[in-house]
């Protein structure tokens, strides 16, 4: 990886400055479109020249429309003294997400049809949304409706549901090649920290990190897009980009406890699928086959596009309680998380970007390495990492198997390997294959 990082990396620092950048968007309230979703959009436009792209109401993306925008004011509800019992001010989540304007006075029995609880998990409040059916509701923790009397109450929701657009962003880092790597984050679920804000952070680093470099094989694609109707959207408008991309990654859930999941493309056999399988389970990951169910993973991997889309995460959705309540807060990522997800990412790239077939030009016999100086003076003890890394890569360089299948094979580092074939490239034993 020291062809692609540009100098070490602090990565303890690094982990608390994506947690600090997480930390300031986490109050925004967003959803699938809306003044939200810009507010986002502005900061992380602070740090990288993303491109903002309107996509107006009414407009169809296959077999789906583009919603009507959908902003907040207000919402709450108030007992008799006019103290608010629930109030979106003071947690967006206690609001669904697309509810319709009310102005009522009712009673907890009236109330309760609209009213969503985790009773499992009594002190949270869960995040629901109602984005294609005109309804709404409120969400508070269990024991908190345990504890309301009948009422009645003043039910408030200051919202607007009307034309307007939804919103995504992109930013596009050139390489010597047009052939894209698309990194996806989606960016539509207002204050949960693991459940997309993780994500956020790792790509802009990610982002800024490639931005940084004076020279990339690749062409880097960065997605910003609220989930499902936003990647659909954007899959009907670049029809002229698809035939390029040669590997997809959706990054969400890297700030959370557990291990890597990479989660394959389809197909299962893609370069992606290779590349981040060795880098995950070298890092101890797991590696699960594809699903259709999750994130935009599904929706660029449908039958109609079959892009080499794979998915990373930690604990992956569902499968940990916090997910989709209040719980998924600030204190629940580590930055310590962040910054071995944000690792983990870059050692993918890192196979993307050098990943290369050789030809061994010394083949007959095992060349002498010592009289290059590649091998230690002093006979009779084991090899190290770094003389077995030469000697797979000289036995298996054929000049049709890569370096990426060698590591596989060899159980090797691919990094390590990389250098290994350098070493020998400037000794003259190597050249890339033609």
């Given at each position: 990886?020291?062809?692609?990082?540009?100098?070490?990396?602090?990565?303890?620092?690094?982990?608390?400055?994506?947690?600090?950048?997480?930390?300031?968007?986490?109050?925004?309230?967003?959803?699938?479109?809306?003044?939200?979703?810009?507010?986002?959009?502005?900061?992380?436009?602070?740090?990288?020249?993303?491109?903002?792209?309107?996509?107006?109401?009414?407009?169809?993306?296959?077999?789906?429309?583009?919603?009507?925008?959908?902003?907040?004011?207000?919402?709450?509800?108030?007992?008799?003294?006019?103290?608010?019992?629930?109030?979106?001010?003071?947690?967006?989540?206690?609001?669904?997400?697309?509810?319709?304007?009310?102005?009522?006075?009712?009673?907890?029995?009236?109330?309760?049809?609209?009213?969503?609880?985790?009773?499992?998990?009594?002190?949270?409040?869960?995040?629901?949304?109602?984005?294609?059916?005109?309804?709404?509701?409120?969400?508070?923790?269990?024991?908190?409706?345990?504890?309301?009397?009948?009422?009645?109450?003043?039910?408030?929701?200051?919202?607007?549901?009307?034309?307007?657009?939804?919103?995504?962003?992109?930013l596009v880092v050139p390489g010597d090649s047009t052939d894209e790597v698309v990194v996806s984050a989606h960016l539509c679920h207002p204050s949960l920290a693991n459940d997309n804000l993780a994500g956020i952070a790792v790509a802009t680093e990610l982002a800024r990190t490639l931005t940084s470099l004076a020279k990339r094989r690749h062409t880097y694609r960065f997605l910003f897009a609220p989930g499902t109707i936003g990647s659909i959207t954007w899959l009907s408008r670049n029809a002229d980009v698809l035939?390029?991309?040669?590997?997809?990654?959706?990054?969400?859930?890297?700030?959370?406890?557990?291990?890597?999941?990479?989660?394959?493309?389809?197909?299962?056999?893609?370069?992606?699928?290779?590349?981040?399988?060795?880098?995950?389970?070298?890092?101890?990951?797991?590696?699960?086959?594809?699903?259709?169910?999750?994130?935009?993973?599904?929706?660029?991997?449908?039958?109609?596009?079959?892009?080499?889309?794979?998915?990373?995460?930690?604990?992956?959705?569902?499968?940990?309680?916090?997910?989709?309540?209040?719980?998924?807060?600030?204190?629940?990522?580590?930055?310590?998380?962040?910054?071995?997800?944000?690792?983990?990412?870059?050692?993918?790239?890192?196979?993307?970007?050098?990943?290369?077939?050789?030809?061994?030009?010394?083949?007959?016999?095992?060349?002498?390495?010592?009289?290059?100086?590649?091998?230690?003076?002093?006979?009779?003890?084991?090899?190290?990492?770094?003389?077995?890394?030469?000697?797979?890569?000289?036995?298996?360089?054929?000049?049709?198997?890569?370096?990426?299948?060698?590591?596989?094979?060899?159980?090797?580092?691919?990094?390590?390997?990389?250098?290994?074939?350098?070493?020998?490239?400037?000794?003259?034993?190597?050249?890339?294959?033609?």
């Amino acid at each position: 990886m020291d062809r692609l990082r540009s100098g070490d990396q602090d990565l303890d620092g690094l982990g608390e400055s994506m947690h600090a950048a997480m930390a300031r968007l986490y109050p925004i309230c967003r959803s699938i479109t809306g003044d939200g979703v810009r507010a986002t959009l502005d900061i992380l436009g602070e740090s990288l020249a993303i491109q903002r792209h309107a996509v107006p109401s009414g407009a169809q993306a296959f077999d789906w429309t583009v919603p009507d925008e959908w902003n907040v004011r207000d919402a709450y509800i108030a007992d008799r003294r006019g103290l608010r019992v629930v109030d979106f001010r003071r947690h967006n989540l206690h609001l669904v997400g697309y509810s319709v304007p009310v102005r009522a006075t009712m009673t907890l029995d009236e109330l309760r049809p609209h009213l969503h609880t985790r009773p499992d998990q009594p002190e949270w409040i869960p995040y629901r949304t109602t984005y294609y059916h005109r309804d709404w509701g409120f969400c508070l923790p269990d024991s908190q409706l345990r504890s309301m009397d009948e009422g009645p109450y003043d039910v408030v929701i200051d919202t607007t549901i009307v034309p307007g657009e939804l919103t995504y962003g992109e930013l596009v880092v050139p390489g010597d090649s047009t052939d894209e790597v698309v990194v996806s984050a989606h960016l539509c679920h207002p204050s949960l920290a693991n459940d997309n804000l993780a994500g956020i952070a790792v790509a802009t680093e990610l982002a800024r990190t490639l931005t940084s470099l004076a020279k990339r094989r690749h062409t880097y694609r960065f997605l910003f897009a609220p989930g499902t109707i936003g990647s659909i959207t954007w899959l009907s408008r670049n029809a002229d980009v698809l035939p390029r991309i040669r590997h997809g990654l959706v990054l969400t859930g890297l700030g959370g406890p557990g291990g890597l999941v990479y989660k394959r493309s389809r197909r299962g056999t893609r370069g992606i699928d290779r590349a981040a399988a060795h880098v995950v389970a070298g890092r101890g990951g797991e590696v699960r086959d594809y699903s259709p169910y999750g994130y935009d993973e599904r929706q660029f991997n449908s039958i109609g596009f079959d892009l080499p889309f794979g998915r990373l995460s930690r604990t992956p959705h569902g499968e940990y309680p916090e997910y989709h309540t209040s719980a998924d807060d600030l204190s629940f990522v580590k930055p310590s998380q962040l910054a071995e997800s944000y690792l983990a990412v870059l050692e993918i790239v890192d196979v993307l970007e050098n990943d290369e077939r050789y030809e061994n030009l010394s083949p007959h016999g095992e060349p002498q390495l010592g009289k290059r100086g590649l091998y230690p003076t002093t006979g009779g003890r084991a090899a190290d990492e770094a003389v077995m890394a030469m000697l797979w890569a000289l036995a298996y360089s054929d000049g049709s198997t890569s370096l990426l299948d060698i590591a596989s094979v060899a159980g090797v580092d691919f990094a390590g390997l990389r250098r290994a074939a350098g070493h020998l490239e400037a000794a003259g034993l190597m050249a890339p294959a033609r």
